[in-house]
């Protein structure tokens, strides 16, 4: 199946500093990436889905301005986490969208996010 | 909205057992149904994907099964193993351009 990759896998930082996420379609063309978050021992939430091209689209009671989505282009979107807190400690998931093969999600491997 | 639901939430097992994880959804209009594996501090591995249109899909010693008109599908993993022990997440989407709905897992636990 297609390969969508995640940058970095995990990453420590102090309490107030922005962290960005990479996600990357390897192998195939995505106008449409989702962004999720678990926490331990939950299940996936979905944060957002980001649109090549247009703002990001976010689920209710997550902070657009806290958490700054951009698909600048059809293998790339990104995620920001500005300010982070030591509560957006978690595991964020990114998953593309490939219209090619029957609209399936292939999803990335994860960036663990601690936050102190 | 869809809304996803998995039982039992835990399950523990002997080696060799075969054994059913359920899955419910609530609205039967779905595009396609997924079973992923999750090993704990990992991200997740697709088992089956189910189409709106099939009624099941196998790999191996898994089988997985939709019955959309009840909102149901169900996980069968045959002889089961300790290396088969993980979560596993059911998901649901409505349409190509909407995203997966996941349900709380079911984690398994196959004892030698």
């Known amino acids: 199946g297609a ?15 922005s962290v960005k996420i990479e996600c990357r379609s390897l192998d195939f063309q ?3 990436m989702f962004w999720y978050r678990q926490f331990p021992k939950q299940s996936l939430m979905l944060m957002a889905t980001s649109n ?3 703002k990001a689209t ?3 009671g997550v902070e657009k301005d806290k958490f700054l989505i951009n698909h600048a282009s059809l293998t790339l979107s990104t995620l920001t986490v500005t300010s982070a807190h030591p509560e957006d400690s978690s595991f964020y998931i990114c998953s ?7 609209e399936t999600q292939y999803f990335g491997p994860g960036t663990r996010l601690l936050v102190l | 909205k869809q809304e996803v639901t998995q039982i039992p939430a835990a399950l523990s097992v002997p080696e060799g057992e075969n054994l059913v994880l359920n899955c419910s959804f609530t609205d039967s209009a779905i595009y396609n149904l997924q079973w992923f594996r999750q090993d704990p ?6 088992l089956l994907l189910i189409q709106s249109s099939q009624r099941e899909q196998t790999s191996g010693r898994l089988n997985a099964s939709l019955d959309k008109s009840s909102g149901r599908s169900t996980l069968y993993i045959a002889a089961s193993q300790p290396g088969d022990s993980a979560t596993y997440l059911c998901a649901a ?8 709905v996941f349900g709380k897992g079911t984690r398994l636990s196959v004892i030698a």
Request: hydrophobic share 25%; charged share 15%.
């Open chain 1, 30 to 32: 995505a106008t449409t």
């Open chain 1, 96 to 102: 593309a969208l490939d219209r090619a093969a029957q």
């Open chain 1, 3 to 17: 390969v969508v990759s995640q940058h970095p896998s995990w990453v420590i930082c102090k309490s107030g500093t």
């Open chain 2, 93 to 100: 989407r409505n349409s190509g351009n909407t995203p997966l």
């Open chain 1, 52 to 54: 090549e091209g247009s």
């Open chain 1, 58 to 60: 976010y689920e209710q």
């Open chain 2, 41 to 46: 501090g990992k991200g997740l591995t697709s």
